[in-house]
């Protein structure tokens, strides 16, 4: 595991690498260093520094000011919100205010049963972003990697920015079936889960999967960003209308990468307002969406959740509740 943050690309700034790559392990996120996380039976959790004996996560936060574990709030992370350096671009963009001396995430290697992460829409950024995929048609017996992250009120505050709650992109609901790999302990973390259809492709006529992301019994297809990128480009013959909405941008490279750098330059300068975006990002996002939408036309998000997720009101001031993990290790002996 890197210990610095810089080893960490975000999507957001690389995005053919959505959604980017993560520890194999639990970790701790403190300001620019990753710091691996163990636990032990009595339900502490104990960062190591590489220097000295392990450190209490909950001696760390109090010494910084911050909230401890149980205080904090369970959010699951499943796409690029593994990568730490996606939180960190996300708490600079986002205007993250700590309410003690520094930044810090404590995450919880988790899996998730009978769900996958699959390609969703396309992003201004430049990529297939990723959603869940709860139907059991695709993903009986498959387990996922996830991770549960520790945020104080501020940090979730942040999330939903960035996962766009107040507009509709993403809604928040808490989802079960989601276990703790150490301890071994079923927890209902809250979980972003996505308004629009997942892609299908009419190629291989199911969803397709990010294979950046570990899964066991996987029973879809799965590839990387650039892989679908192409393939979305060839199967739907966008070949000649994106090469020309693009004109010349970074010509000599392939297609896709060309596309996904271009719409990503596109997306940091309006985000920056530097710009308005060029008319070509624009329809490249209707044309990509509408394909997209037209793919899955029997979604609903209620058949999508049922049995699996609780909507959640974010305008309840009480919508979330602390993790209280320690109880939770009470409750599983």
Same mark, same amino acid.
């Given at each position: ?58 001696? =760390? ?61 396309? @992003? ?19 387990? !996922? ?59 291989? @006529? ?18 990387? !960003?650039?892989?679908?990128?192409? @393939? ?59 394909? =997209? ?41």
């Amino acid at each position: 595991m890197s210990a610095n943050i810089d080893f960490w690309k975000p999507a957001r700034k690389f995005p053919l690498t959505y959604p980017g790559l993560c520890p194999d392990d639990s970790f701790l996120l403190l300001d620019n260093n990753i710091l691996p996380l163990t636990a032990e039976d009595s339900g502490a959790f104990f960062a190591h520094t590489g220097t000295s004996e392990p450190v209490a996560v909950d001696r =760390i936060l109090e010494d910084l000011n911050l909230p401890p574990i149980d205080e904090r709030i369970a959010v699951l992370a499943y796409g690029a919100n593994r990568n730490p350096a996606t939180l960190k671009i996300k708490f600079e963009n986002y205007r993250y205010q700590s309410p003690g001396h520094a930044i810090a995430v404590p995450m919880l290697k988790a899996y998730i049963k009978n769900a996958d992460v699959a390609a969703s829409g396309f @992003h201004g950024q430049g990529y297939f972003f990723g959603d869940l995929l709860l139907d059991i048609k695709y993903t009986n017996l498959t387990e !996922t990697e996830t991770w549960v992250m520790l945020l104080d009120h501020d940090q979730l505050r942040v999330m939903n920015d960035s996962e766009n709650i107040k507009t509709g992109m993403y809604t928040l609901c808490d989802i079960n079936q989601v276990m703790l790999c150490n301890p071994d302990i079923a927890v209902t973390p809250l979980c972003y889960i996505g308004t629009d259809p997942l892609f299908v492709s009419k190629h291989h @006529h199911t969803p397709i999967a990010f294979s950046t992301v570990r899964a066991s019994n996987r029973n879809i297809p799965a590839k990387t !960003t650039s892989e679908l990128i192409d @393939h979305f480009i060839q199967v739907y013959d966008l070949n000649d209308k994106i090469a020309s909405l693009i004109n010349n941008h970074n010509e000599d490279a392939p297609l896709y990468k060309r596309l996904s750098s271009y719409m990503n330059n596109n997306w940091w300068k309006e985000f920056n307002k530097q710009h308005t975006a060029h008319k070509g990002y624009k329809k490249i996002l209707k044309l990509f969406n509408a394909i =997209i939408k037209a793919s899955n036309r029997t979604y609903s998000l209620q058949e999508k959740i049922k049995d699996r997720c609780r909507l959640i009101d974010t305008r309840d001031p009480h919508y979330y509740r602390p993790f209280e993990y320690k109880n939770l290790i009470n409750i599983s002996r």
